[in-house]
């Protein structure tokens, strides 16, 4: 499944990966610039978190507060192979929580549970190319 969008209609965007996804656990792929983190934004506001969304680059997890349960957000673009196991990620896939992960390539074949990968390409026009992938 694949959508066309602009930075005008990020929310339809982030309104397909919801109607669209299978899992609560969120994977994000794409160059830097591509928008990951601002469609993580809206994503955010759309499952009913209340608060500021920021990208955890430094802090490599973020929670946020939602109105049902808290959402984790996750950056592993600076984690290395050998520190995974000590960050305890994949604690966080247990269970129901509601899971999103920018930069996933580095654990996405350790990952046992369902979940939904989101690629975006960037054009050279301002629009980009989100691609769904749901695992089962």
């Not at 969008?5 to 309104?15: F, G, N, R, V, W």
């Not at 669209?20 to 656990?25: L, M, R, Y």
Request: hydrophobic fraction near 35%; charge should be negative.
């Amino acid at each position: 499944m694949e959508i066309e969008y602009d930075l005008s209609s990020i929310k339809m965007a982030s309104e397909f990966i919801l109607k669209n996804s299978t899992s609560n656990t969120f994977l994000f792929s794409g160059i830097i610039g591509a928008g990951k983190t601002t469609l993580i934004k809206q994503l955010c506001k759309d499952m009913g978190v209340m608060d500021n969304v920021n990208s955890p680059t430094y802090s490599i997890i973020n929670e946020y507060l939602s109105k049902d349960r808290p959402v984790f957000h996750m950056d592993l673009f600076r984690v290395k192979k050998e520190e995974i196991n000590n960050l305890g990620l994949f604690e966080y896939l247990t269970g129901e929580n509601k899971v999103i992960i920018e930069w996933p390539e580095i654990i996405i074949n350790q990952i046992s549970k369902d979940y939904c990968h989101i690629k975006i390409d960037y054009n050279n026009d301002n629009m980009r190319t989100l691609k769904i992938n749901n695992s089962i």
